[in-house]
């Protein structure tokens, strides 16, 4: 089966500039996450979907981050405006149930210069 | 909140030896404890995890124990390879909680 599917691989923005992150999960996993690794630290937890419903946002840094999942197939993050502390690399992840089987997409490195 | 503490955040071993990779945990009510590996380039890959009613689990040549009382779990890889060089994660969450909370990271090296 294809695994989660994330692009760009990565993007190098400029400060105030808005981007867009895309996350394909897994055909039929309900549960998609992402999350975030900031240069040299830990990898955080942003929020939570269950098929088109934000079941967590608890660890979404402030309101220029916006996470959508139409139809509660792809999601996107958007960041806008972005900052320099925005730089880092954004995961995403699905499972077909919640918090158990999680498989990760290869992530998107964001640069904001 | 939950807090997962790595160590070491470096190790470097021979390959045929053994590597153990440490973290604690601070909630007592986190009942769920997964390690990731993480290869240049590629996102993390579920390796091993353990549950709390479990006290070790071995999956070839990892393994993973846990002890509630003192709130830690460890990662052993026995018989070290080159190619488990690489960035490992341990995590913790609790039962039904989607986050996973996670540790800092660990970079083992093997050299041959």
């Known amino acids: 089966e294809a695994g989660v599917t994330q692009f760009p691989s990565h993007s190098v923005i400029e400060k105030g500039q808005t981007v867009t992150l895309r996350c394909d999960p897994i055909?039929?996993?309900?549960?998609l996450y992402w999350y975030r690794r900031v240069m040299g630290k830990e990898i955080k937890f942003l929020l939570h979907f269950v098929k088109e419903s934000k079941q967590d946002e608890s660890g979404m840094p402030n309101n220029r981050f916006l996470a959508e999942r139409t139809g509660g197939t792809y999601s996107t993050l958007k960041v806008q405006p972005a900052e320099l502390e925005d730089s880092g690399v954004y995961f995403c992840a699905s499972s077909p149930t919640v918090n158990y089987g999680y498989t990760f997409g290869s992530g998107t490195r964001l640069t904001v210069v | 909140g939950e807090n997962v503490e790595q160590h070491p955040s470096t190790l470097s071993v021979q390959e045929g030896d053994s590597a153990v990779i440490k973290c604690t945990y601070s909630?007592?009510?986190?009942?769920?404890f997964p390690w990731y590996k993480q290869e240049l380039g590629k996102g993390p890959q579920l390796i091993i995890d353990?549950?709390?009613?479990?006290g070790e689990k071995k999956d070839q040549r990892i393994a993973v124990t846990l002890n509630k009382t003192a709130k830690h779990f460890s990662l052993h890889i026995t018989e070290t390879q080159p190619e488990d060089s690489a960035v490992y994660f341990c995590a913790a969450s609790m039962a039904m909680v989607a986050a996973l909370i996670f540790g800092k990271g660990t970079t083992l090296s093997v050299s041959s």
């Open positions: 353990i549950r709390s009613n479990v």
């Open positions: 055909s039929g996993h309900d549960n």
């Open positions: 909630d007592s009510a986190s009942n769920y």
